[in-house]
């Protein structure tokens, strides 16, 4: 399998999921609006990060019947991809 890039953008989002999760001690806790408000960043371009993190399934996100973003959590394999960069 080919190596997969991370942007500086990637790798703070999956930072900031592993920090939550310790904090949170496993929980689901962490919101879309969460994660903009601690990176800080633009809506726009987080979204489209979390998308390819999806994509990559190394996170899940939660969405409303609606289709708009309420969770995130990291699967297992992002759970390694997050211990790599730390």
């Known amino acids: 399998m ?30 879309h609006e969460d994660l903009v408000h601690a990176l800080r960043g633009d809506k726009g371009n987080i979204s489209r990060s979390l998308r390819t993190l999806e994509a990559r399934g190394w996170i899940v996100i939660g969405r409303t019947a609606g289709g708009r973003a309420e969770s995130l959590a990291r699967t297992p394999a992002g759970l390694e991809k997050a211990s790599e960069i730390c």
């Open 2 to 31: 080919a190596t997969q890039r991370l942007s500086r953008l990637h790798q703070r989002i999956l930072q900031w999921l592993a920090a939550d999760h310790q904090r949170t001690r496993g929980f689901i806790v962490s919101s």
